[in-house]
Structures are given as C-alpha cells and as structure tokens.
C-alpha cells in the first residue's frame, strides 16, 4: 500500500523561502514520476512542478517557474519543493502525487493515482 505524507508547510512573511517534503512508503521515489500540487481556498487544484524517472527531467507551471524547485533524494526516497520569493498568492494546501498515468499531462489532478494529505503554506504580506 502506497502512503505519501507531506511536511515543511508553515507561515512565512512574503519575499521568504520554505521547503516542502514527501516521503513515501510502499513506492520507490526514484523509478516513478512524481509530482506537487497546490489548491488554495476556492480554487481548483493546480499542477505546480513534477519530476520525471530518476530525476532526468523537471517540469513547472509557470506561475512558479524561476522561484520553485522540485528535487529528490532517491536514498531517503524522499521528494523536495524549495519554494523561495514566495507571495501572498502562494497560500494554499500542498500535495505530493504519484503513480502517474500516462493518458493525462503532468498538470492534471488525474493524471496521479496516490496522494498525500496535504500541508498547509501560508504567506503573509
């Protein structure tokens, strides 16, 4: 059974810098793609970055591109996002993903068979 569990939200004032984990249990990080999402109240969930087999490739929406890093430590089977210059338009709940479906893009919430429950980031101005 796959358990993803994600850590590292919080508070922050904006311009400043958090890192997300997930770790998985009953999946090897490293030979699946893996992906983060985000939703903030009243939205629809929103694909923000994924990483592809073995870290070969990355992927990023562009509301994050240039400030989000997506990475992973294949020892710890662990998944990263550096989120850094984060804004007020940041504040949601985030989800590690995985299990990718190939019939969907990276972005889509279906594309993912498992998810974790999610951390709440929240940026303040």
């Known amino acids: 059974q796959v358990h993803l569990v994600e850590s590292g939200g919080g508070s922050v004032q904006a311009g400043g810098s958090l890192r997300l984990s997930c770790g998985a249990s009953?999946?090897?990080?490293?030979?699946?793609?893996m992906a983060w999402f985000r939703q903030g109240a009243g939205k629809e969930r929103e694909g923000i970055a994924a990483?592809?087999?073995?870290?070969?490739?990355?992927w990023y929406a562009d509301s994050v591109k240039g400030r989000f890093t997506i990475s992973q430590d294949n020892a710890e089977n662990l998944v990263f996002l550096q989120m850094n210059s984060l804004s007020p338009e940041d504040t949601a709940t985030y989800y590690c993903?995985?299990?990718?479906?190939?019939?969907?893009?990276?972005?889509?919430?279906?594309?993912?068979?498992?998810w974790g429950k999610g951390t709440q980031v929240t940026v303040s101005s």
């Open positions: 993903a995985s299990g990718r479906r190939g019939a969907y893009a990276w972005s889509e919430a279906n594309a993912y068979s498992y």
């Open positions: 009953g999946y090897a990080i490293g030979t699946n793609p």
């Open positions: 990483v592809g087999t073995n870290g070969r490739s990355t």
